[in-house]
């Protein structure tokens, strides 16, 4: 037999490997890329425990046990889009104020929470979270690394950034025997999702529709089946695949972990 063409070799050799990549559900088709940097205020709600912070309107619970810590943050309405802002992250910096730490110091939080609107009060005296304000209404530990936290508002300058996560997706799950509900958490890239659908070892993809926060749902019975979840980002619209995430003996309340994610 003749000898191949090194174009030929080459060309089918990284095609091999895309399949190969694709089939085990690490590959990822690309890197989130930061925003333009653009202007809002941010304030700080509870104490330097963060303990007001634990759970959210995202539903991610104990933000320790979740990955986030105390580096998070409420969104105003705006920033919030019903849900699908949870997970996302923001660089933030501390600008034109005399309360900001010398040097104007940034760090990076997640969206973790809802800051609801507060119609009592006028949106530019208290009622920092009505809508169309753009706003930041953070943990107090990511607060100070910003500025004295006596100032209580600041003006700030802020840009999404990829999300660095350690691992792969987490999937806690809750619900019973005709309803699963999925929280996804420890979302890298943009930190978003879109959509998802799920798999059973017996069945074709199931669409999940979205319950709230970074939850997700399916109304069918799945118990005794492996199960593996298909994930696409809301911002870049990128599709990862999770493929045997949960064993057959799967139970609500656990949370799984995946080896897959975006980047």
Same mark, same amino acid.
């Given at each position: 037999?003749?000898?191949?063409?090194?174009?030929?070799?080459?060309?089918?050799?990284?095609?091999?490997?895309?399949?190969?990549?694709?089939?085990?559900?690490?590959?990822?088709?690309?890197?989130?890329?930061?925003?333009?940097?653009?202007?809002?205020?941010? %304030?700080?709600?509870?104490?330097?425990?963060?303990?007001?912070?634990?759970?959210?309107?995202?539903?991610?619970?104990?933000?320790?046990?979740?990955?986030?810590?105390?580096?998070?943050?409420?969104?105003? %309405?705006?920033?919030?889009?019903?849900?699908?802002?949870?997970?996302?992250?923001?660089?933030? $910096?501390?600008?034109?104020?005399?309360?900001?730490?010398?040097?104007?110091?940034?760090?990076?939080?997640?969206?973790? &929470?809802?800051?609801?609107?507060?119609?009592?009060?006028?949106?530019?005296?208290?009622?920092?979270?009505?809508?169309?304000?753009?706003?930041?209404?953070?943990?107090?530990?990511?607060?100070?690394?910003?500025?004295?936290?006596?100032?209580?508002?600041?003006? =700030?300058?802020?840009?999404?950034?990829?999300?660095? !996560?350690?691992? #792969? $997706?987490?999937?806690?799950?809750?619900?019973?025997? *005709?309803?699963?509900?999925?929280?996804? $958490?420890?979302?890298? #890239?943009? #930190?978003?999702?879109?959509?998802?659908?799920?798999?059973?070892?017996?069945?074709?993809?199931?669409? $999940?529709?979205?319950?709230?926060?970074?939850? *997700?749902?399916?109304?069918?019975?799945? *118990?005794?089946?492996?199960?593996?979840? !298909? =994930? %696409?980002? *809301?911002?870049?619209?990128? %599709?990862?695949?999770?493929?045997?995430?949960?064993?057959?003996?799967?139970?609500?309340?656990?949370?799984?972990?995946?080896?897959? &994610?975006?980047?």
């Amino acid at each position: 037999m003749g000898l191949i063409s090194s174009s030929w070799s080459f060309k089918n050799f990284f095609a091999i490997v895309f399949v190969v990549f694709a089939i085990s559900g690490e590959f990822v088709a690309g890197y989130y890329r930061p925003s333009a940097w653009r202007y809002a205020h941010a %304030t700080f709600y509870g104490d330097e425990t963060g303990s007001e912070t634990m759970g959210g309107a995202c539903g991610y619970g104990n933000l320790f046990n979740s990955g986030y810590g105390l580096d998070t943050a409420a969104l105003s %309405t705006t920033l919030f889009k019903d849900g699908y802002s949870c997970g996302q992250c923001f660089q933030i $910096m501390c600008v034109q104020s005399k309360h900001c730490y010398y040097g104007n110091p940034s760090t990076v939080v997640t969206a973790t &929470n809802l800051c609801p609107p507060n119609w009592y009060q006028d949106t530019n005296n208290g009622g920092w979270c009505n809508p169309p304000r753009t706003h930041f209404d953070l943990a107090k530990p990511a607060f100070m690394k910003l500025a004295n936290w006596k100032a209580g508002i600041i003006p =700030v300058s802020y840009r999404r950034v990829p999300c660095k !996560r350690s691992g #792969g $997706m987490r999937f806690q799950f809750q619900g019973n025997a *005709y309803w699963l509900l999925i929280f996804v $958490m420890n979302v890298g #890239g943009a #930190g978003d999702i879109k959509s998802m659908a799920v798999k059973g070892s017996r069945t074709n993809w199931i669409s $999940m529709s979205h319950n709230w926060g970074a939850s *997700y749902q399916a109304f069918s019975s799945l *118990y005794g089946q492996s199960l593996s979840f !298909r =994930v %696409t980002s *809301y911002t870049s619209g990128e %599709t990862v695949y999770a493929w045997n995430v949960a064993p057959s003996n799967w139970n609500a309340g656990m949370t799984y972990k995946s080896y897959t &994610n975006f980047r």
